[in-house]
Each structure stands twice: as C-alpha cells, then as structure tokens.
C-alpha cells in the first residue's frame, strides 16, 4: 500500500501547498508561475518512465503534449464537447496511438531510437499543418465562451491551475507506483542491460510498448488544458522541440529514475528559466544554458541532483524516491 509509505505523503505535502499557495490573497502572478512548473513536473516525470526507468531517450515526447492538445481543442471547438469529457478523451486517444507508435519504434535502441522519436514528431507536426480540420498552419482558435460553465474566463483559468495540480499529482503518484512494482522492476531490468533482463523472462517488448504508451497519457491530458487555456493552439507551439530538450535537462537535473529528482529539478529549472527570461543580459540566451547546463550535467554529475544528495546523505533513500 502506497499511502503507508512516507513518500505518499511527501507528495500529498507539495500538491497542497501548489493547491493553497497562490489562494491566498489571490496571487494569480505565483498561479501563473506554478503551472509553468506543474506542466514541467508533468512532463519530465513521464519522461523519466522512458528515460529513467527503461533507459530509453524520447527526444521527441513533446508530441504527446501536441497532440494532446489538438484533440481536445478541436473536440471543445468543432464538436463543443464539455471540457470534462474532451480532456479524458484527449489523453486516450494519444496513449492508443502512442501504443501504436511504439510499437514500431520500440524495435530501435539507443540513438536510433532518439532519432525516431525525432522523426515522429517532425512527421505529425507536418501532418497536422495541412490538415485543414485543426488549421493548418495557422492552428484553432477557441471562443472565451467556453468557460462560460465555471462562470467565466477568470474562474475557469483558476479551474484549469487546479486540474494541471491534479495531472500533476497523478504523475508524481503514478511515477512512484510504478517504480515500486513488479511492472518497474522490469523496466530498471531493462535499463539496465535489455538482453539479460530478456533471458531472466522480463516480456521486454510488451513492457517497453506499454510504458510508451503509459508516458503519453497524462502528457496529453496536460496538454489540453495548457492549449484551452491559451484559448489558441498552433503546431509551432504544439510540437516545439525545444520544450522535449528542456524536460531532457529537468531529469537530468533532478536525477533520472527518482521521482523526487525529476519534480525538484523541474521546479528549480522553471524558477531558472523564469530568471533568465526577465533578465536583460540573458533573456535571449535560455538555451544557450539550458546546453550549457546538459553538458555539465553529462559530464559531472551524471546522477544528477539525487545522486549527490544520496552520496551525502544515504539514510534520505529510504524516504525520498
């Protein structure tokens, strides 16, 4: 059971003081701040499924976060499905196609498969800018109407930072569940030396295509609410490479294969993006460190953040993930 352990709580800990914080005298300038790092959160930690647990680099993740958004999008404008119903519905479809998806790539390793994830990307980026349903190249607008059910755009903005706290939450839960079972120590068995992991009867193509298709799932769902919130969806947007780089850095940062990691060293990598880019010196150079930052990380610190933290102090494995 998940909730007699420590690490349950940690985490039921920070979701409540991402839900209460930016409450209190109705700070939407921290709301805005935390949900750059709730989707941050989102996205490395099912990222690091792939990376940290399977030893798989997914260059191109960022198209379950695109993808995400463009059905729900389209369904909420074409079709005006309830957001209640078009958000579900996003992240399904995008975990069947990722199933799909992976299981074709899945039979790539190391940097053949990094370029494939790049190649899918790159593909449903080009497919969905002349596909005139979502818009081509100029992409879907929505109405503010839309947020018309929770009384507003105002209430309904305040509605979709909770539900990207939520998604949040489910990342950080489902991470941790999945390290801890059977099903995790297959995919560590599998990052740790795939053929050997086959021979000792981990099924490693059925685990591989499942957490390919696990890891879209809430990408997706986050995606639809990030893309409802702007009211606007566009592919440049959608399918940005440079946001599946910067969540690579994350959980490298934080430490891959730790669910603790991977959430801190979103946060800190949000708070130093938010730096760099009201910075008059180095607002126009944020990749340009995000690189920087890669490369040292790579180098020096391959564990990243958790690595050093377990050096120093081991008796903090037992607590933090």
Not at 75 to 86: E, G, M, R
Not at 96 to 119: C, D, S
Not at 149 to 160: D, K, N, T
Not at 168 to 184: D, P, Q, R, T
Request: charged residues 10%; contains cysteine.
């Amino acid at each position: 059971m998940l909730a007699r352990r420590p690490f349950f709580w940690i985490i039921t800990a920070v979701l409540a003081v991402f839900a209460i914080l930016p409450v209190l005298g109705n700070n939407v300038e921290l709301r805005e701040s935390l949900i750059i790092a709730a989707l941050y959160i989102t996205l490395a930690s099912n990222l690091n499924l792939m990376l940290g647990y399977a030893g798989y680099i997914n260059f191109g993740s960022i198209v379950f976060f695109g993808l995400g958004g463009y059905v729900c999008v389209w369904l909420v404008s074409a079709y005006a499905w309830p957001l209640y119903a078009a958000i579900p519905a996003a992240g399904i479809c995008v975990s069947a196609l990722a199933l799909l998806f992976g299981l074709g790539i899945l039979r790539l390793r190391g940097a053949f498969f990094a370029l494939a994830t790049i190649g899918v990307n790159e593909g449903v980026q080009a497919f969905v800018e002349n596909f005139s349903p979502w818009g081509g190249s100029s992409g879907i607008y929505l109405s503010p109407i839309i947020f018309k059910p929770f009384g507003g755009p105002a209430q309904g903005l305040w509605v979709i930072y909770f539900s990207m706290v939520a998604v949040m939450g489910l990342s950080l839960y489902l991470s941790y569940a999945i390290k801890v079972s059977k099903f995790g120590l297959g995919l560590l068995a599998i990052g740790q030396n795939e053929d050997a992991a086959a021979i000792l009867g981990v099924p490693t193509p059925l685990y591989k295509a499942l957490v390919y298709s696990v890891s879209a799932f809430l990408p997706a769902i986050v995606g639809g609410l990030y893309f409802l919130k702007s009211s606007f969806i566009q592919p440049a947007d959608a399918f940005d490479l440079t946001l599946s780089t910067e969540v690579i850095v994350i959980a490298m940062l934080g430490g891959q294969g730790t669910v603790t990691g991977v959430a801190l060293g979103a946060y800190l990598y949000e708070e130093l993006r938010g730096f760099l880019l009201t910075s008059e010196t180095f607002s126009h150079f944020q990749l340009v460190v995000a690189g920087v930052l890669l490369l040292v990380i790579v180098l020096f610190f391959p564990s990243g953040m958790m690595g050093f933290v377990y050096r120093q102090f081991p008796r903090t494995q037992k607590v933090l993930e």
